[in-house]
């Protein structure tokens, strides 16, 4: 029996794996969600596939790491990580990352749980939306538009609504699984 997927999915292995053991699954581990967070902003102008296929190398420079020692980089030690192709290299979103790292301690610091507070921007449930086909879903929403313009005030980098809202679908803010995909 063939496993019906998203349209979007392609035949991809990473992209497989990608769909059917992580997007749109509901996630709650800090870590994961500050990785998720950061690793959206990386895809601004480029394909997800592009992302996912660097995520290894990110993970050993960037989310392996605790956050206070992500927020503690420089500047020299972010321009050195430039020479590593298996990263986008793109100065502007390797500092994003870092700062979003200060950003998200600081946010800590105010609301002990980011999680719960994140979560709280859906009411800490996943609307089950009704998407035909893939291109159907939004770019972005209303709720996008609020947690990117709350984040940004609070200092995050790389966190516009439309980045904002494929950060919440990829970790279970919304269900943006097509009808007919069997992870719906």
Same mark, same amino acid.
């Given at each position: ?16 794996a ?25 895809? =601004?102008g480029?394909?997800w596939? #592009? ?6 190398? &990110? *993970?050993?420079?960037?989310? +392996?790491?605790?956050i206070?020692q ?13 020479s ?35 979560? =709280?921007?859906?009411d800490?449930q #996943?609307?089950n939306?009704?998407?035909?086909? &893939? *291109?159907?879903?939004?770019? +972005?929403?209303e ?11 609070r ?11 494929a ?6 803010m ?11």
């Open positions: 029996m063939t496993i019906q997927r998203c349209g979007w999915c392609s035949s991809d292995p990473l992209y497989i990608y769909h059917d053991e992580e997007w749109g699954k509901p996630e709650h581990d800090e870590a994961r969600l500050f990785e998720m967070l950061c690793l959206e902003g990386q895809q =601004a480029l394909s596939i #592009t992302v996912l296929k660097k995520r290894e190398s &990110y *993970r050993a420079h960037f989310f +392996q790491y605790p206070t992500i927020a503690a980089l420089s500047d020299d030690q972010l321009e050195n990580k430039l590593d192709s298996g990263l986008i290299r793109h100065l502007g979103k390797l500092k994003a990352i870092r700062d979003n790292a200060i950003a998200w301690q600081q946010l800590k610091n105010e609301v002990g749980d980011v999680s719960h507070w994140l979560w =709280a921007f859906v800490h #996943t609307p939306n009704d998407v035909i086909h &893939y *291109r159907d879903a939004p770019a +972005q929403t709720i996008s538009q609020k947690l990117s313009k709350t984040l940004k005030k200092g995050f980098k790389f966190v516009g609504p439309t980045t904002c809202y950060f919440m679908q990829a970790v279970g919304v269900n943006d699984h097509e009808n007919h995909c069997h992870f719906k």
